[in-house]
């Protein structure tokens, strides 16, 4: 099993809540299953650009026009993405490690993911719409944030755009584990919701292993 670990958090490891969801969860995947093959990506060390006009006619234009040949503007554009696709496309799982800023995923991950979930890349376009070229099954949040979010919350940015966005290239396989109400200074149980993320960061970790 292939397991792209993606870090989107710039805090180090004493300070990320986050990262310890990380570091418990990567901790029993390896335990129960020792075979696992483990990339680790920290955007903050190697980042991605925003996606540029360029880019865009790089990735989209032989979409409109099969014979499109792009510039060399446009390839250089595109270097990133080229670059660092074959990671994602060659993971069966994807855990993402970030906190949720604004309600929402940090701008970098966002990104990332512009840069690497397009045409010629994780799909291509068939008959009857998109076809999927990669092996990704499973993507996993461990998300820390100061506020304390409900099941359902209107102020969650973050779930539904990962759900959305990785329907559209059919993994529809989401688990979190979200240590929320971080703030300690206004959630007097802030240890207690972290270590409660780290036991589902866990169980979500084994159940992973098993599936291999």
């Not at 390839?75 to 060659?90: G, V």
């Given at each position: 099993?292939?397991?792209?670990?993606?870090?989107?958090?710039?805090?180090?490891?004493e300070?990320?809540?986050?990262?310890?969801?990380?570091?418990?969860?990567?901790?029993?995947?390896?335990?129960?299953?020792?075979?696992?093959?483990?990339?680790?990506?920290?955007?903050?060390?190697?980042?991605?650009?925003?996606?540029?006009?360029?880019?865009?006619?790089?990735?989209?234009?032989?979409?409109?026009?099969?014979?499109?040949?792009?510039?060399?503007?446009?390839?250089?554009?595109?270097?990133?993405?080229?670059?660092?696709?074959?990671?994602?496309?060659?993971?069966?799982?994807?855990?993402?490690?970030?906190?949720?800023?604004?309600?929402?995923?940090?701008?970098?991950?966002?990104?990332?993911?512009?840069?690497?979930?397009?045409?010629?890349?994780?799909?291509?376009?068939?008959?009857?719409?998109?076809?999927?070229?990669?092996?990704?099954?499973?993507?996993?949040?461990?998300?820390?944030?100061?506020?304390?979010?409900?099941?359902?919350d209107?102020?969650?940015?973050?779930?539904?755009?990962?759900?959305?966005?990785?329907?559209?290239?059919?993994?529809?396989?989401?688990?979190?584990?979200?240590?929320d109400?971080?703030?300690?200074?206004?959630?007097?149980?802030s240890?207690?919701?972290?270590?409660?993320?780290?036991?589902?960061?866990?169980?979500i970790?084994?159940?992973?292993?098993?599936?291999?």
């Amino acid at each position: 099993m292939n397991v792209l670990h993606v870090i989107a958090n710039p805090r180090p490891a004493e300070t990320s809540t986050s990262k310890k969801l990380a570091f418990e969860f990567f901790a029993a995947l390896t335990e129960k299953n020792p075979d696992v093959v483990v990339n680790n990506i920290d955007l903050y060390q190697a980042k991605p650009p925003y996606v540029s006009a360029e880019a865009l006619n790089y990735f989209w234009g032989p979409v409109a026009n099969p014979s499109y040949i792009p510039t060399k503007a446009e390839e250089t554009a595109a270097n990133f993405s080229n670059n660092n696709a074959q990671t994602l496309m060659d993971a069966d799982v994807l855990v993402l490690t970030m906190p949720v800023w604004l309600n929402s995923m940090p701008a970098i991950l966002k990104a990332w993911l512009d840069q690497l979930l397009v045409p010629g890349k994780m799909f291509t376009f068939g008959a009857e719409g998109i076809v999927p070229t990669h092996h990704l099954r499973t993507v996993v949040l461990l998300v820390s944030s100061d506020q304390v979010y409900k099941e359902g919350d209107v102020r969650d940015g973050l779930t539904p755009a990962i759900r959305a966005i990785f329907a559209y290239i059919g993994v529809e396989d989401i688990q979190i584990a979200w240590a929320d109400g971080q703030d300690a200074s206004r959630h007097f149980d802030s240890n207690e919701r972290r270590e409660m993320a780290i036991e589902a960061a866990k169980e979500i970790a084994e159940d992973i292993a098993g599936l291999a």
